[in-house]
């Protein structure tokens, strides 16, 4: 499975952007998937997840601003994020797994790249 992970940018303070994940290769059927994203000097955590049917996600405190999608007949996941702040500057890296709607990075068996996302003030 190659996951490749596109949307990111430089957007200003309050701003949004979407972030996509594509699936290639083998199927990603029946996968949970997953976004992390990791800021410079930090390390890689948890934003949010989706079930494969889509019915159960799960969020870290984002009091939210992203809400994340799956499209399974084009193999893509989606990061909806409004109200961008400065912090929430990261590389944001997608996930499939199944291991169920994985909270931690070992819960998933696979990943994509990251993609960029700034935010200025």
């Known amino acids: 499975v190659q996951l490749q992970a596109s949307g990111g940018g430089l957007v200003q303070a309050g701003g949004s952007l979407r972030l996509s994940c594509a699936a290639s290769?083998?199927?990603?059927?029946?996968?949970?998937m997953g976004w992390f994203r990791q800021a410079p000097g930090k390390e890689r955590e948890f934003v949010a997840a989706i079930s494969w049917g889509g019915s159960r996600t799960a969020y870290a405190d984002l009091k939210g601003r992203f809400t994340i999608s799956r499209d399974n007949a084009k193999n893509t996941m989606y990061l909806q994020m409004n109200s961008l702040k400065p912090e929430d500057t990261a590389v944001y890296y997608c996930?499939?797994?199944?291991?169920?709607?994985?909270?931690?990075?070992?819960?998933?068996?696979?990943w994509g790249q990251g993609t960029q996302v700034t935010v200025s003030s």
């Open positions: 996930a499939a797994g199944y291991r169920g709607l994985g909270l931690h990075q070992y819960e998933y068996n696979y």
């Open positions: 290769g083998r199927t990603v059927s029946g996968s949970a």
